[in-house]
């Protein structure tokens, strides 16, 4: 179910995200939800490019659990959504599902850590993305 702190965005099964069944690789359900994620840095002013210059930060998946329920295939138009569910400092933990419809496809739970872009050590969020954070965390807690 999405409410108003669910981030939703849009896309479509190419031939080349398929399998020769022409149904959606297992792996790139992840890659939708990675571009999801992104799209959701984007809409809120923060671009991964300015976030490596200017913070000297890199992001990268710590842990995902995944449930695959119905298979996409060729052409179908899907939606990928994105909720923050947990800000740990140095970690964005995401809830995220893709859909046909209303139809649940795939679910998971993502663990981002922020990282040290020269050492790879962990370093917290910058602190206008924790604000960010913070105001989707009290939305979707209200």
Excluded at 23 to 31: Q, T
């Amino acid at each position: 179910m999405t409410n108003v702190t669910t981030f939703i965005w849009p896309t479509r099964v190419y031939y080349e995200d398929t399998d020769a069944g022409g149904v959606v690789y297992y792996a790139n359900y992840l890659k939708f939800m990675e571009r999801a994620r992104t799209e959701w840095l984007r809409s809120r002013g923060f671009e991964q490019d300015d976030l490596i210059r200017d913070a000297g930060i890199i992001f990268a998946v710590r842990s995902v659990q995944v449930d695959y329920l119905r298979p996409a295939r060729f052409n179908d138009a899907l939606t990928v959504t994105a909720e923050v569910m947990h800000n740990g400092g140095a970690s964005i933990t995401f809830q995220q599902e893709v859909r046909r419809g209303d139809e649940v496809l795939c679910s998971g739970k993502v663990k981002i850590a922020s990282l040290d872009a020269k050492t790879l050590r962990p370093k917290p969020v910058p602190t206008a993305m924790l604000v960010a954070l913070e105001q989707s965390l009290t939305e979707h807690d209200n």
